[in-house]
């Protein structure tokens, strides 16, 4: 995918430490969203911040976005060995209502040692 | 709270052979998507289906297709499968003017 690169690609971190990932994408967008996919399994989605926003708080984690450097991060404080899955940020254009398909990055496998 | 639900869990084919895959919605969810996500790979968009109307296609192969039922499950039928099409098949509905998309567990494709 074109869209959506995250930073880096693997994570590994000890419990209770801090995880930062990092995203860029290239088009506008209406909003990005994190997902997170614990192995072969569904999406969950974990947060939404939308264009007009710079940071977004729910629970232990916090998504920033500068859109002027088409960049997003997810930070996930005190993590936990629950926490092991990979995380996607996707994007969307359209503006609400119209195509509103999520254009995906590639996952951070972050690894969260107990 | 009722899911997306996905069927089969996992399929195994033969090259060249069709498959089938179903999707049913939450209930009045409005909007359904379907994505590809190749071993190690990120999920692509394919298609979505809007009140059971196609509204948008992204890179869904010529030997791919989809619909969505009056009963607004969709299924995505797939013909003269390759190798390459083994991948992880989910699907996701919605509320076309929310942002949220919901997942379904996926369906798991093996091409032998």
């Known amino acids: 995918s074109q869209q959506g690169e995250e930073d880096p690609q693997a994570l590994s971190i000890q419990e209770g430490e801090n995880a930062t990932m990092n995203c860029s994408y290239k088009?506008?967008?209406?909003?990005l969203q994190w997902y997170r996919q614990n192995s072969g399994r569904g999406l969950v989605h974990l947060i939404l911040?939308?264009?007009?926003?710079r940071e977004k708080h729910s629970g232990r984690l916090r998504v920033t976005l500068d859109t002027s450097k088409k960049s997003s991060s997810l930070l996930i404080t005190a993590s936990r060995a629950a926490d092991t899955a990979s995380y996607f940020c996707?994007?969307?254009?359209?503006?609400?209502?119209?195509?509103?398909?999520?254009?995906f990055g590639k996952g951070i496998t972050l690894s969260v040692r107990p | 709270a009722a899911g997306v639900i996905q069927s089969p869990r996992h399929l195994i084919k033969e090259k060249r052979e069709t498959a089938t895959l179903k999707c049913y919605p939450i209930?009045?969810?409005?909007?359904v998507y379907w994505y590809q996500q190749g071993p190690g790979q990120d999920p692509q968009f394919l298609i979505s289906?809007?009140?059971?109307?196609?509204?948008d296609k992204g890179s869904i192969p010529d030997r791919f297709s989809a619909q969505q039922f009056s009963d607004y499950h969709s299924e995505l039928n797939m013909s003269s499968l390759e190798l390459g099409d083994s991948a992880l098949y989910f699907c996701?509905?919605?509320?076309?003017?929310?942002?949220?998309?919901?997942f379904g567990a996926g369906t798991r494709l093996s091409v032998l």
């Open positions: 996707a994007t969307r254009s359209g503006y609400t209502g119209a195509n509103s398909k999520l254009t």
């Open positions: 088009t506008s967008i209406n909003n």
């Open positions: 911040i939308r264009s007009n926003e």
């Open positions: 209930p009045r969810h409005d909007t």
């Open positions: 289906f809007y009140e059971k109307m196609q509204s």
């Open positions: 996701a509905s919605g509320i076309r003017f929310e942002n949220i998309q919901y």
